[in-house]
């Protein structure tokens, strides 16, 4: 295992975060509780982040509604457009919210997630299961979303 993929188990205490949505779709633990959740952390300039939304755009149009997919886009909230733009061009479906400042320095409720592509698999009552940074394939979040 790299140092880079460093699962942690369920602490038994749910993550609480709040994500400011592109729409209507709320992005909260409140709101995805119930189903197991893939958060990925992404920046609009890096190929690594294209790579990632290419596998979780595959993913969820093959799980539909039973998996809660989500981008949170690690750009200041004056970026906005641009990640509107390239949740268009990537066809995007599931919700993209861009990141609050402490995310964004590493410091938010999934910790180090600043360092791009950044993966994050919550089981379905909110418990963090697996984090990677870096690119993590289908089969590695398959694997994750099991546990």
Not at 68 to 77: C, I, S, T
Request: charged share 20%.
């Amino acid at each position: 295992m790299s140092h880079l993929d460093t699962p942690e188990p369920a602490t038994g205490a749910a993550v609480s975060y709040v994500y400011d949505s592109l729409d209507a779709r709320p992005v909260s633990s409140t709101q995805m509780r119930g189903k197991v959740t893939v958060l990925a952390f992404v920046a609009t300039y890096d190929l690594g982040s294209q790579a990632q939304v290419n596998y979780l755009v595959a993913m969820a149009k093959h799980d539909g509604a039973t998996v809660n997919y989500v981008l949170v886009a690690l750009e200041k909230r004056s970026e906005r457009e641009l990640v509107e733009v390239y949740k268009t061009n990537l066809n995007v479906t599931f919700p993209v919210a861009l990141a609050d400042a402490e995310t964004i320095g590493g410091s938010g409720p999934f910790g180090d997630v600043h360092r791009i592509p950044a993966l994050v698999v919550l089981d379905r009552q909110g418990q963090m299961v697996w984090k990677k940074i870096g690119l993590a394939k289908p089969e590695e979040i398959r694997a994750a979303m099991r546990r």
